[in-house]
């Protein structure tokens, strides 16, 4: 039976190759569009003079879309296919890069906003449906590894995205209030408009591949799933996902885990340039560059480990060293709490996949519904991070990493909790 079930599974791999390849692809362009986010909120603080607050409304805005498309991205994906939800979000992806044209040449920071949740929403649909598409296609005692084999593109893509916006997007020009204050108004207007328009060229070229990859979804077979008859029988209601403990606190744990993940490095740049003053605002960039590099390195590593260790023992050792590593960023400072503060990517690498992995272990044809449910929590990352711009704001940066210090406690919470379970 064993061996019939394996079979089933190669064949299935076999048949849906394409769409295994597009929905791993699909890993590191929202990797890109994330961890844009980063450079986004230094370009951002400069160009329309924000505070750290205020620079936390692109996360704010780009979790709610997160949070309020769930739900409705997992009835597309029950009702009519994970090719329709995989589609329909690359269509509101690439809209919303798009939208960075009108944004830039009107310099709204509002507008901004706009785009980037519908960026969100497009994410929403492509999270929802590729984490579950994952998980089913294979063997379900791998589905951790195979979904951390899988979400090592996305570590990839983050990689791309901060090159992207270090090289098109940063001009290395930072300009202090003095000198802004000497400036004529011509010239500081034009400065400021100078590094709003920076943004248009490389969010212009993502949105073409982004819709490009929309045309090679619709063109490829992807697997049927459920269908909506089966979608509406009361084993599938939504409101049987209360009574799956493990799920719920699957919840809970991914929505500190994204926060703690966003929060890090939306201030990565900033705690660098505010604990270590000579670093320019490139070499900041390179210092959340070297964080992604660990945190894709860390997938690599811990997908290896996973053959060996059990999921849940993986998560809780690289929670806890996570939790110490941003205490220390918060208390020691300076340059050894910038390689703290960067070290700790590496242990953010396996938490995301394996809680979802974890959480919708078993869950059989509720499945779907709780990735919608685990995909809600990502809303985490604009809480958590507006939190951390407000106290940045009152006591600094450094005593705000404490937020991303107690959020890994949470995770380390849930895996001792699946571990006792087993």
């Known amino acids: 039976m064993r061996g019939d079930l394996n079979m089933e599974h190669d064949t299935d791999r076999r048949r849906y190759t394409p769409a295994i390849i597009l929905t791993v692809s699909l890993f590191f362009l929202w990797g890109v569009a994330n961890n844009l986010n980063d450079i986004l909120i230094a370009q951002f603080k400069k160009a329309f003079v924000l505070s750290d607050f205020g620079t936390s409304f692109v996360q704010q805005v780009f979790y709610l879309g ?62 929802t449906a590729a984490n579950p598409l994952i998980t089913e296609l294979g063997d379900p005692a791998g589905a951790a590894r195979r979904i951390n084999l899988a979400q090592a593109a996305n570590p990839l893509g983050a990689l791309a995205g901060i090159l992207i916006g270090r090289t098109f997007i940063l001009s290395g020009i930072h300009h202090d209030e003095r000198a802004l204050a000497a400036m004529g108004q011509a010239e500081r207007l034009a400065w400021y408009r100078a590094e709003t328009l920076a943004v248009q060229p490389p969010y212009l070229t993502l949105g073409c591949i982004v819709l490009c990859f929309a045309v090679a979804a619709a063109l490829i077979r992807f697997p049927a799933g459920e269908t909506h008859a089966s979608a509406v029988t009361s084993e599938h209601r939504f409101a049987d996902l209360l009574r799956r403990p493990r799920l719920l606190f699957a919840t809970v744990a991914q929505f500190f885990y994204v926060g703690a993940q966003v929060g890090l490095w939306s201030y990565t740049i900033r705690y660098a340039q505010a604990n270590v003053p000579a670093l320019g605002e490139k070499a900041a960039a390179d210092m959340l560059l070297a964080s992604l590099a660990l945190f894709a390195f860390g997938r690599f590593a811990g997908t290896a480990l996973m053959t060996r260790v059990r999921p849940a023992t993986l998560l809780l050792a690289f929670s806890v060293v996570a939790a110490v590593l941003a205490a220390l960023a918060a208390t020691v400072g300076g340059l050894i709490g910038l390689y703290a503060l960067v070290a700790t990517s590496f242990f953010l690498s396996i938490q995301f996949p394996t809680i979802f992995a974890l959480g919708v272990e078993g869950l059989g044809p509720l499945r779907r519904w709780g990735a919608s449910l685990i995909i809600m929590a990502i809303i985490g990352g604009a809480i958590l991070t507006g939190a951390m711009g407000w106290l940045s704001d009152r006591a600094g940066i450094a005593i705000a990493m404490l937020i991303p210090a107690a959020c890994f406690a949470v995770v380390a919470g849930f895996a001792i909790s699946v571990r006792r379970a087993a």
């Not at 997160?66 to 997992?74: E, M, Q, R, V």
């Not at 994906?77 to 798009?98: C, E, F, H, N």
């Open 66 to 127: 997160y949070f309020l498309l769930a739900i409705p991205a997992s009835l597309v994906s029950r009702s009519y296919g994970y090719k329709a939800a995989i589609v329909t979000g690359l269509l509101l992806y690439g809209a919303g890069a798009l939208l960075f044209y009108p944004a830039a040449a009107m310099s709204q920071y509002a507008l901004f906003l706009l785009a980037l949740f519908v960026i969100a929403c497009g994410l929403a649909f492509l999270e």
